[in-house]
């Protein structure tokens, strides 16, 4: 399953919102510095689609707050 996730570091609190089908948008506290903030995501969406983190992959925008997952 791919899903597009807009993620927003450095924020109070740690939420998922699921705007669409395939569609979130994900709070995370950690800053965006050296892909803190990735592994705060990829670890947010393990929690909420209950799957390894090690089957989570960001397929694109690793550098960008608009990123396309793949859920295995």
Request: charged letters at 25%.
């Amino acid at each position: 399953m791919k899903i597009s996730v807009k993620v927003k570091p450095n924020s109070k609190t740690a939420k998922i919102e699921r705007i669409s089908e395939e569609a979130f948008i994900a709070n995370v506290k950690a800053s965006p510095q050296d892909g803190k903030a990735n592994l705060a995501l990829i670890a947010l969406l393990a929690d909420y689609f209950n799957v390894p983190k090690s089957r989570i992959t960001i397929i694109r925008g690793a550098s960008s707050k608009q990123k396309l997952i793949e859920i295995l």
